[in-house]
Nanobody
Framework: VQLQASGGGLVHDGDSLRLTCEAS????????VSWFRQAPGKEREFVAG???????YYADYVKGRFTISRDDPKNTVYLQIQSLKPEDTAVYYC????????????????WGQGTLVTVSS
């Protein structure tokens, strides 16, 4: 399955944003999907994941502000971000795999183009 992230942009401190991850392929519903982000000069890090059964898992630093959801008929996974902070500035990527939610970059063999989120103070 191939994924494309979108929905990023320039926002202000405290704003909200919804990122979209669109997938190609007819078996999307059998994949778990994870969101990662990479800030300038930093490693790519796990943000949130949703299993093929819609179970969710979040990095501790985003709990309460980020919500991941999926719409399988639309082959889409969303990442809703509330109360954005300047430290959320990063390129956000989505990735998919069969089985459990991937929590590490080594869990995935391919990455699509990310979407840039810039939060101004």
């Amino acid at each position: 399955v191939q994924l494309q992230a979108s929905g990023g942009g320039l926002v202000h401190d405290g704003d909200s944003l919804r990122l979209t991850c669109e997938a190609s392929g007819r078996t999307f519903s059998s994949y778990s999907v994870s969101w990662f982000r990479q800030a300038p000069g930093k490693e790519r890090e796990f943000v949130a994941g949703i299993s093929f059964r819609s179970g969710t898992y979040y990095a501790d630093y985003v709990k309460g502000r980020f919500t991941i959801s999926r719409d399988d008929p639309k082959n889409t996974v969303y990442l809703q971000i509330q109360s954005l902070k300047p430290e959320d500035t990063a390129v956000y990527y989505c990735a998919a795999r069969k089985g459990s939610i991937g929590l590490s970059t080594v869990d995935f063999s391919s990455w699509g183009q990310g979407t840039l989120v810039t939060v101004s103070s």
